[in-house]
């Protein structure tokens, strides 16, 4: 059985590699065990962004940076997503954060 790091490491691949169903299972199946595990969230929100759901996207990575992790490119794609939905302040807002 992999580790959660294993597993998001194969989940990063397959994201990378355009195999975006695949990639989300792996994630959700890291959520089933832990529903609150930081990385899974915030990877599985791009993933919505990469597929056209900003709102979610944004649901999902608010919810990893509520549960504490605030890095530059989690702060980026959120800003990237707030942008798509159409909301320029909270984007920039976001942009501001992942740069300091």
């Known amino acids: 059985m992999a580790t959660i790091a294993e597993a998001i490491n194969q989940g990063?691949?397959?994201?990378?590699?355009?195999?975006w169903l695949d990639a989300d299972r792996?994630?959700?199946?890291?959520?089933?065990?832990?529903?609150n595990q930081r990385?899974?969230?915030?990877?599985?929100g791009v993933l919505a962004?990469?597929?056209?759901n900003?709102?979610?996207?944004?649901e999902l990575m608010q919810r990893a940076l509520t549960l504490g992790l605030q890095t530059p490119e989690?702060?980026?794609?959120?800003?990237?997503?707030?942008m798509?939905?159409?909301q320029p302040q909270q984007s920039i807002a976001c942009f501001d954060r992942a740069m300091q």
């Open 39 to 44: 990385d899974a969230l915030y990877l599985t």
């Open 84 to 86: 798509h939905a159409g």
């Open 12 to 19: 990063i691949a397959l994201q990378n590699a355009g195999r």
């Open 74 to 82: 989690l702060l980026n794609n959120l800003g990237a997503a707030y």
């Open 54 to 58: 900003p709102a979610r996207g944004i």
């Open 26 to 35: 792996v994630y959700q199946s890291i959520l089933q065990a832990d529903p």
């Open 49 to 52: 962004l990469q597929q056209g």
